[in-house]
C-alpha cells in the first residue's frame, strides 16, 4: 500500500508540472528597429490546429534607458486550419526612436512568418 501511495504522489507532482508548464505562452522579442510616425506589422499566420482558434498578441516596445516601454499591442486571431496575411497598425504619430516588436504566442499551435514592418 505504502508503495502505491508513493507512486500516486509522483503522478500528482509530474501531471501539475507539465500543467503549469503548458500554461505558460510563448514569447519572441525581436532586436530594436529604428522607426517612425504610424507603425505597422504586416505578417503570414498559420493556425496547424485544425479544431480550435488559435492567436498571437503583438505588442510594439519602445527603447529607453530605463527599459522597454509598450506603446501599442494588438492580437490577431486565427481560424482553425486557416493561413492569412494581416497588417496591423500598433502605434500612431510615433517620433523616430528606436521600437521592438514583442510576439507573445497565446497557442502553441499558431506560426508567425514572412514578417516585416511599415511605417506611414
Known sequence: MKKFSVIAILMIMLLSIASMASAKALEGT???????????????????????????????????????????????????????????LLASNQPADYYKLKITYNSADVAVYADRFITE
Open 30 to 88: 525581436s532586436p530594436p528597429y529604428y522607426l517612425s510616425g504610424n507603425i505597422s506589422y504586416e505578417a503570414s499566420y498559420y493556425n496547424r490546429n485544425f479544431i480550435t482558434w488559435g492567436s498571437v498578441t503583438l505588442t510594439l516596445l519602445k527603447v529607453t534607458p530605463t527599459g522597454d516601454v509598450p506603446v501599442g499591442s494588438q492580437v490577431v486571431f486565427v481560424r482553425p486550419g486557416e493561413t492569412k496575411r494581416e497588417k496591423v
